[in-house]
Every structure is written in C-alpha cells, then in structure tokens.
C-alpha cells in the first residue's frame, strides 16, 4: 500500500525554466510535508515542508504547494539550474507521528 | 554541524554472515532513524529512537534485524545471517523534539547511508 506516489519517474527541463514535481499521497491523517533531494551516493537532504494549515511555502527558488482536498503537492524550482539534477522525494508525517513515508522519487534533469 | 555520519560507507558480505553499521547524529539531536532504500525506491523506515529508547519497529526489521542506542548518543544497526535481498542502502537520520513535545515539525537530517551488498 503506496500511501505517497510520485507518478513520474523522470522530469527534463530547460536551464532557467520551471520544473514542476508533483505528489499524491491517500492517507488523510498526514499533516506535514517535506521535499528531499538526493544526489548519487548521497544521503537524502532536506529542502522544504510544509504543514497541513497552510498551502503555500516559499524559499528561495523553492515553492510548495498543498492542494489537501486533492491530496497533492507540487515543488516549483525557477528558475531552474544544472545543479538541481537530482533525485527528488516528497514524503508525509501523520499528525502527532514520527516517521516519514517517502514516495518513489522523480529523477531531474536540467539541461544547459 | 559536522552532520550525520554512518560507517562504513559500503560493506560487501556473504550470505549468511553477520554486520553491523553505525550512525553517529548531529550532536544534539535526541532522535535516530533507521530507513533502508533499494534501487527506484525511496527511503522506506525500519525503526526510530527517542534517546536510548526504541520506540517504532517496522514490520519490515526481521528478528535478524536489532538495533541498539545505549547511551542515547550513536546508533548501530545489526543484521544477523545476512541474505541477498538485504542488499541496500541502509540510511540514518536525526532530528530534535524539543522537552515534552509528543510530536514536532522539523525535518530529518541524513547521512550518506551504508551501501551493504550480500553476495
């Protein structure tokens, strides 16, 4: 039971452009939500979160969107640069939880 | 913030024998995680520590599986009569719950994961 999904495995995108990742998750008691990068042989490092009473939050070329009525979130990174290839994961913490689910990531590619 | 340091950072093993990494947290995060991540997967959690206490196991961490925090401060984690299908990445993580808080939002904390093959 994937209770966080990441639909799309891979994402290309354009040097200065936006890159738009989405993620759906089922489990209506999660209230907190954080975005990881990953480089290879790298442990996971966090980004930006945000909680269930709010949905938006913005840092830097970092914006979450949290849409709980569809049970989704999206990062928008703009604009976009080599650097932010990686591996990227959403993952949820239920309300007075301690755990992390993660989805399965969406690999980035951002061509100069 | 030297951050979260795991060793070693690869194992390669037979089936059959045992291992045991260690994770070392942010000095003063009070608690520990243990994922386990395989290839096109995320992070997926084995158990967690609030100080010396281990208070979340997974269903995922088999009796072969133990882990230990005597002293509230490093980690290990021990698998016991190792199989191929343990071949993973097995990742740490830490972060801080301030005094009573049962619950709290702050990010965990990394580190670069022992990458153990079982041949």
């Known amino acids: 039971d994937q209770q966080v999904k990441q639909n799309s495995p891979s994402l290309s995108v354009q040097e200065g452009r936006i890159s738009i990742l989405n993620c759906d998750y089922t489990?209506?008691?999660?209230?907190?939500f954080l975005w990881y990068k990953k480089y290879p042989a790298e442990g996971p490092t966090f980004l930006i979160s945000?909680?269930?009473?709010?949905d938006k939050n913005e840092d830097g070329r970092f914006t979450v969107f949290l849409n709980k009525s569809a049970k989704h979130l999206s990062l928008h990174i703009v604009p976009s640069q080599p650097g932010d290839s990686a591996v990227y994961f959403c993952?949820?913490?239920?309300?007075?939880?301690?755990?992390?689910?993660f989805g399965g990531g969406t690999r980035v590619l951002v061509k100069p | 913030d030297t951050g979260v340091s795991q060793d070693p950072r690869h194992k390669i093993t037979k089936r059959g024998q045992n291992v045991t990494f260690r994770c070392d947290p942010i000095?003063?995060?009070?608690?520990l995680y243990w994922y386990r991540q395989t290839l096109g997967q995320g992070p997926e959690f084995l158990t967690y520590?609030?100080?010396?206490?281990?208070?979340?196991k997974s269903r995922l961490l088999s009796d072969r599986f133990s882990a230990e925090r005597p002293k509230g401060s490093f980690s290990t984690l021990e698998i016991q009569r190792t199989e191929q299908g343990d071949s993973a990445m097995y990742l740490c993580?830490?972060?801080?719950?301030?005094?009573?808080?049962?619950?709290?939002?702050?990010?965990?904390?990394f580190g670069n994961g022992t990458r153990l093959t079982v041949t």
């Open positions: 945000i909680s269930s009473i709010k």
């Open positions: 993952a949820a913490r239920k309300a007075a939880g301690n755990k992390l689910t």
């Open positions: 520590f609030q100080n010396e206490a281990q208070l979340e």
């Open positions: 993580a830490s972060s801080f719950l301030p005094g009573q808080a049962f619950s709290y939002n702050s990010p965990l904390h």
């Open positions: 000095s003063e995060h009070n608690r």
């Open positions: 489990n209506s008691m999660f209230d907190y």
